[in-house]
């Protein structure tokens, strides 16, 4: 499903609606941003990461940036969600984009 860029930035509360209403699984992103965040993620086409980080430090960096506990957010099921198990050593500057 391709979305516009500003549907994409303001489910990912990079803007405000101006108008209407958001919503991620039945919560709307202005009025439970942080319970509607914890449901969806956003990386930009030309994204400004620390890129000493591996796969997994960096999930567990962004988990508790969204405010994910970090007993959470070192669990290990977001590397098997994510696909990325097998990749969890290799810096994330190694990775596709795509």
Do not use: W
Not at 40 to 68: C, D, M, S, W
Not at 77 to 96: G, H, N, Q, W
């Amino acid at each position: 499903m391709v979305l516009e860029t500003t549907t994409l930035k303001i489910l990912v509360d990079l803007l405000k609606p101006d108008r209407g209403l958001a919503g991620i699984h039945g919560r709307g992103v202005v009025s439970e941003r942080v319970k509607a965040l914890r449901h969806v993620a956003y990386i930009p086409e030309n994204p400004i990461l620390p890129q000493n980080l591996t796969v997994k430090e960096f999930l567990e960096f962004i988990a508790v940036l969204r405010g994910i506990d970090a007993s959470e957010a070192k669990d290990l099921r977001y590397l098997d969600l994510f696909r990325l198990a097998e990749e969890k050593k290799s810096l994330i500057s190694t990775l596709s984009r795509v």
